[in-house]
Nanobody
Framework: QVQLVESGGDLVQAGGSLILSCAAS????????MAWFRQGPGKERELVAS???????????YYVDSVKRRFIIYRDNTKNTLYLHMNSLKPEDTAVYHC????????????WGQGTQVTVSS
């Protein structure tokens, strides 16, 4: 059982930056696909960004259009931690952000964190 714990959520002004962290309990995450999802008030959960294992020590990244060129997803396998660096934040980025993980190649994410709240004021 993989446990994921997010941190870093906060209240920030529009245009500000935040770094979210997701600490994982499993040291074999090097071969896992990992992602950040978010769910805003009154909205459905959406995939924000993901990092998928492509073999060896390489990964491919995906970003939803609304965060491209503003958010960066990266992982530090030596620390078993996934990050989401968020820049130029907008009020519409307000949401609970969850990290998720799954063994590479699975169609659905099996492990989820409890979430961290990000609120962007205008």
């Amino acid at each position: 059982q993989v446990q994921l714990v997010e941190s870093g959520g906060d209240l920030v002004q529009a245009g500000g930056s935040l770094i979210l962290s997701c600490a994982a309990s499993d040291r074999t995450l090097i071969t896992y696909d990992m992602a950040w999802f978010r769910q805003g008030p009154g909205k459905e959960r959406e995939l924000v960004a993901s990092t998928s294992w492509t073999g060896g020590n390489t990964y491919s990244a995906y970003y939803v259009d609304s965060v491209k060129r503003r958010f960066i997803i990266y992982r530090d396998n030596t620390k078993n931690t996934l990050y989401l660096h968020m820049n130029s934040l907008k009020p519409e980025d307000t949401a609970v952000y969850h990290c998720a993980a799954t063994p590479s190649g699975r169609s659905q994410y099996e492990y989820w964190g409890q979430g961290t709240q990000v609120t962007v004021s205008s």
